[in-house]
């Protein structure tokens, strides 16, 4: 069974510059998440889909990110302007369950982003 | 969500038994206990979740106390390739929210 997949793994550009990462969970999977890890802390919800639609997006600062899930299937999340604490690396994830779903969650590689 | 206390870090040695600890006093009687683990440089990986019985499968074992108050991850016989940070999380209804884990190193 394939994974969920994540691109581009590195990303590097100046502050006040744009970038847009790209998720596809894996098939049949409702829901998606996205989480932001800095260096040494825990993995952070920025976003939750169920579906094509958004669940929670409490902590996603919506004056620089956005993120959308077109048909309920691949994720991009965009970043602009990146400022240079957005230095961090960004990790999908998909879960088969709906949102009161008690399963396991299943993690991307991540793709890391340094801004300059 | 309920706030969870784990060891910043543990030591172990190879072949032998680990137990990871985890208070999470303020669990509500719902949520679900969740153990993911992330090796370094990868996304975090699932390990076992319960509610109120011992759980176990391939990859370890959880033993939650009968107040839910904690719990307790149990690696059998430590390898290497165990070293990484394990999260202990109460999910609360859909969400998964990651704390700082405890560092477990292995020695060969």
């Known amino acids: 069974e394939a994974g969920v997949a994540q691109s581009p793994r590195y990303k590097i550009i100046e502050k006040r510059q744009s970038v847009a990462f790209w998720c596809n969970p894996i098939?049949?999977?409702?829901?998606l998440y996205w989480y932001q890890q800095i260096l040494g802390q825990g993995p952070k919800l920025l976003i939750q889909?169920?579906?094509?639609?958004?669940?929670?997006d409490s902590q996603l600062p919506k004056d620089r990110f956005s993120a959308e899930r077109l048909k309920g299937v691949d994720s991009t999340l965009k970043i602009q302007p990146a400022k240079l604490e957005d230095s961090a690396v960004y990790l999908c994830?998909?879960?088969?369950?709906?949102?009161?779903?008690?399963?396991?969650?299943?993690f991307g590689e991540g793709s890391r982003l340094t801004v300059l | 969500d309920a706030k969870t206390t784990q060891p910043n870090s543990m030591e172990s040695n190879e072949e032998e038994p680990v137990h990871l600890p985890c208070n999470h006093s303020?669990?509500?009687?719902?949520?679900?206990i969740h153990w993911y683990r992330q090796l370094p440089s990868q996304g975090p990986e699932y390990v076992i979740h319960?509610?109120?019985s011992n759980v176990n499968n391939r990859m370890a074992s959880l033993a939650i106390a009968e107040d839910r108050k904690s719990s307790t991850l149990i690696l059998h016989r430590a390898t290497l390739r165990d070293a990484a940070v394990y999260y202990c999380?109460?999910?609360?209804?859909?969400?998964?929210?990651f704390g700082k884990g405890t560092l477990l190193t292995v020695n060969p």
């Open positions: 994830a998909s879960s088969l369950e709906g949102t009161r779903g008690t399963g396991e969650l299943f």
């Open positions: 889909f169920q579906n094509n639609g958004v669940v929670d």
């Open positions: 999380i109460p999910r609360s209804n859909y969400k998964l929210t």
């Open positions: 319960g509610l109120t």
């Open positions: 303020t669990i509500s009687g719902t949520d679900y």
């Open positions: 098939s049949g999977h409702a829901t």
